[in-house]
């Protein structure tokens, strides 16, 4: 399984981007997926999941009414669409597949997840 996330880039204070990963094996229904951040000196911290059909969703709070995940199981495709953006923000963001079965507040822990992507740079700056 690879993990290809896009649609980094910068962004002023307030603006938007959305990110999407994209799932290369044939089995992306069977997994959770997560997003994480991880910023300069700092630990990779948990963004958001959704399980594998798209019916519940997890989100750290400090993205909460910000942030949305989505997912396209036909598309091998999950998004994160982030409005109202913040310099703190800023961060390399990461996707990241972990096999279904567990309750969704478990995925706010990376051990929970089998495949991660290469992450996609988000910078948030006037």
């Known amino acids: 399984v690879q993990l290809v996330e896009s649609g980094g880039g910068l962004v002023q204070p307030g603006g938007s981007l959305s990110l999407s990963c994209a799932h290369s094996?044939?089995?992306?229904?069977?997994?959770?997926m997560g997003w994480f951040r991880q910023a300069p000196g700092k630990e990779r911290e948990f963004v958001a999941a959704?399980?594998?059909?798209?019916?519940?969703?997890d989100y750290l709070d400090l993205v909460k009414g910000r942030f949305t995940i989505s997912r396209d199981n036909a598309k091998n495709t999950v998004y994160l669409q982030m409005n109202s953006l913040k310099p703190e923000d800023t961060a390399v963001y990461y996707c990241?597949?972990?096999?279904?079965?567990?309750?969704?507040?478990?995925?706010?822990?990376?051990?929970?997840?089998?495949?991660w992507g290469q992450g996609t740079q988000v910078t948030i700056s006037s």
């Open positions: 990241a597949a972990g096999p279904r079965g567990k309750f969704l507040s478990a995925y706010r822990s990376s051990i929970n997840y089998e495949y």
């Open positions: 094996g044939r089995t992306f229904s069977s997994y959770t």
């Open positions: 959704v399980i594998y059909n798209g019916a519940i969703l």
